[in-house]
């Protein structure tokens, strides 16, 4: 019971902060379109009907049914087309759409407000405009991720002696068990146990774990001294590392993708210790860095979404398994909030901090998802008001007249099928993530 109630508490933590993560993207569009003189109608957070509004002045504050997203309504998004009149006899589907999309934004523009329109905004402020959302989605990653690494701390190698293999296999080995024949592992033969601190490694007084490592790696086949610290005494060993096939790994352990995709490997001394791993504080330093890994993986899944998709559509309707690295719905994140909760062997700040690092990598992905250059998305608008100034420049360059402001209303047939594409990866994610979850357990 208690298990489910803390389950219960990581999805609702979860949900919370990201209902309050759309709703600071949203002041983020906000404050600069008030402080640029535009008229904001409606700040809203959710879709669908409205379950409770109040007004302030000109806008309407409100939640919606669904909080799964949120907008602002300014008046004037479009700018009326070029002598060109909605009109009953007009025919076709996506002529309609761009006729209602300019309709609607010449309806909402109050007689008087003409010159508060968003599009008669200069580029500049427009593109401050369409930013703030996503820039604030970018300061909250910032801010969490400075409370997980310098207040909660990241799990790193120690120079604590976790585990002592038996024998040794190949990196690539589809095998994780011993058998009869396989080599016995130099570190095993040599009496290192699991809790030693390693002290020094052929002479050299060690700090951290890769100074052993490189150490060890560079000496196949050569017998070096190895001190230990083991209850409270120095005990002095030797080992002969085992040229070996190993994976490639950064400075965090972490293992390293070749060109191909595929871990990199290399022939290396091997000894067969594992570290034992410790919560550190890390240093101001070490946050922009951490976001800026983030950001680039998260444009990663999203530059090979399509194929991603398609593994999740095979995994979703066949045997494969999910890539746990791969794109998953508020349904999957709420999921892996919930078990990572639930996991009652672990420390309640490991699991707190579990928490703050899916909010944070959330901000993440809102961030650089609403930056792609398509309508309906913030990009979109970014996009397009950036296309304008290099018009406007290049007219200016030629002495010809001001071409005007960039019809983005003729972009919405490719707006609505975006919905329709974004609204089917939406269903197919949360399909996946019901029938074959990514799961931490």
């Avoid at 049914?65 to 087309?81: D, E, K, N, T």
């Avoid at 309709?103 to 407000?113: K, V």
């Avoid at 983030?294 to 995994?315: E, H, K, S, Y």
């Amino acid at each position: 019971m208690e298990s489910v109630l803390a389950f219960v508490i990581g999805v609702a933590i979860i949900f919370v902060g990201l209902v309050l993560s759309i709703g600071l993207h949203e002041i983020g569009h906000l404050v600069p379109a008030k402080l640029f003189g535009v008229r904001v109608t409606q700040y809203m957070i959710g879709f669908g009907p409205t379950i409770w509004s109040r007004r302030r002045g000109e806008t309407e504050y409100g939640l919606k049914a669904v909080p799964l997203g949120g907008y602002i309504a300014m008046i004037g998004m479009f700018p009326p087309g070029k002598g060109e009149q909605a009109t009953e006899g007009s025919t076709g589907f996506f002529r309609t759409l761009v006729q209602d999309a300019r309709e609607s934004s010449r309806e909402s523009i109050t007689p008087g407000d003409e010159h508060r329109a968003f599009y008669r905004l200069p580029v500049w402020k427009r593109i401050i405009v369409m930013f703030g959302g996503p820039f604030m989605n970018l300061l909250l990653a910032i801010v969490l991720f400075g409370v997980l690494l310098m207040g909660f701390g990241i799990a790193q190698p120690s120079t604590t002696i976790g585990s002592v293999s038996e024998c040794v296999l190949p990196a690539t080995s589809e095998r994780q068990t011993c058998e009869t024949g396989d080599p016995a592992a130099p570190g095993a033969e040599a009496g290192i146990q699991p809790g030693d601190t390693l002290l020094a490694v052929a002479g050299t007084p060690i700090d951290s774990w890769t100074e052993s490592t490189a150490i060890i790696r560079e000496r196949p086949g050569q017998p070096i001294p190895v001190v230990v610290e083991r209850d409270g005494e120095e005990v002095e060993l030797q080992v002969t590392p085992m040229l070996s096939e190993r994976y490639v790994t950064d400075e965090l352990g972490r293992v390293v993708e070749g060109e191909d995709g595929e871990p990199a490997t290399i022939e290396v001394g091997f000894v067969g210790i594992g570290p034992a791993s410790e919560t550190v504080r890390q240093p101001a330093g070490a946050v922009l860095p951490m976001v800026g890994e983030n950001v680039q993986a998260v444009a990663g899944i999203i530059v090979n979404l399509p194929q991603r998709m398609t593994d999740v559509a095979n995994a979703a309707f066949g045997p494969e398994e999910r890539d746990p690295n791969g794109p998953i719905s508020v349904v999957g994140v709420g999921r892996l909030a919930g078990e990572i909760s639930s996991l009652d062997e672990v420390p309640i700040a490991s699991r707190a901090a579990g928490l703050v690092g899916i909010l944070a990598s959330l901000n993440v992905a809102l961030f650089v998802f609403n930056l792609i250059p398509l309508l309906p998305l913030d990009g979109g608008h970014i996009a397009g008001a950036i296309w304008e100034a290099i018009r406007r420049g290049w007219a200016k360059l030629r002495n010809r007249p001001d071409p005007g402001p960039v019809d983005l209303a003729k972009l919405m047939p490719l707006t609505f099928a975006m919905v329709i594409v974004l609204g089917g990866m939406s269903v197919l994610l949360i399909y996946a993530d019901l029938v074959k979850p990514v799961s931490i357990l």
